[in-house]
């Protein structure tokens, strides 16, 4: 039988919340230690993807620990691929557009400096 984990979602927010309210170090270290429990044990996957759905510990695990999408990525979740456009024939390349082309101030354009 598993013990139950002793780390709990609502403590790890209220720690996060004092440490955002007050600049309480202490309470910082003590919720990302307590999140990186979470994060780095694979049994505690699933509660801890349930913590990172708050936007508070989605910010410490972007900035912290970094390990959201790692666990997305071992648990094989996916992003659906974005399918890029395949350039057309008459397009040229953007090397030769940006070498070939010179940008021309139009006449009904005036001058910001006329004196020049």
Known sequence: MTRPSRISRARVLDLLRLAAKKGDRAALTLALDQMKTLAYTPRYWDKY??????????????LAIKQGDKIA???????????????????????????????????SQPSLFPDL
């Open 73 to 107: 990525h071992q648990k094989g979740w996916t992003r659906p691929k974005r399918e890029r456009p395949k350039p057309s024939a008459k397009a040229p390349s953007r090397g030769k557009r940006a070498a070939g082309r010179k940008r021309s101030m139009s006449p």
């Open 49 to 62: 993807l349930d913590l990172i759905a708050h936007p508070m510990a989605r910010l410490a695990d972007l």
